[in-house]
């Protein structure tokens, strides 16, 4: 995946606040009932416990807005299991939205935001890895 495709958006930029943060992405590659794998990066956490069967909304490209979400707190990630459960061709975006996550307690730019799709038993098909990175940038002061 091209990082000029993916994007990672906070609905809030103040530090340790709450917000709820919207992943886009195009996807290269295609398969029924791929799973997408989100790992956040280090500075973005969940609270404890994490509320996963609301916490994840499908936006666009994806089979229903109610999706079945994973968090693995040891990782930072987010497997959503079902998003594409019942298409037959490649959307030409995917937008999902994580709810109730934590910004970082301080102003940073964060680590890459990883995005990647498996198949429906676990193999890769696409990856955009942290280089170059999706990030969030909380040095800047609003208006940016």
Request: include cysteine.
């Amino acid at each position: 995946m091209n990082s000029a495709l993916a994007a990672a958006v906070p609905s809030f930029m103040e530090k340790g606040a709450p917000a709820n943060y919207t992943v886009a992405f195009v996807p290269l590659n295609f398969e029924t009932n791929m799973k997408i794998l989100i790992t956040f990066p280090p500075e973005i956490s969940f609270p404890k416990p994490w509320d996963a069967a609301n916490g994840c909304q499908g936006l666009r490209g994806l089979s229903q807005p109610e999706l079945a979400c994973i968090l693995n707190p040891n990782t930072n990630t987010i497997l959503v299991t079902n998003g594409l459960a019942s298409s037959v061709s490649r959307p030409d975006s995917i937008e999902m939205q994580f709810l109730d996550v934590r910004n970082p307690t301080e102003n940073v730019k964060t680590a890459g935001f990883q995005i990647e799709t498996l198949t429906s038993d676990g193999y890769a098909i696409d990856v955009l890895a942290p280089n170059p990175p999706v990030f969030v940038n909380f040095y800047c002061t609003f208006p940016c």
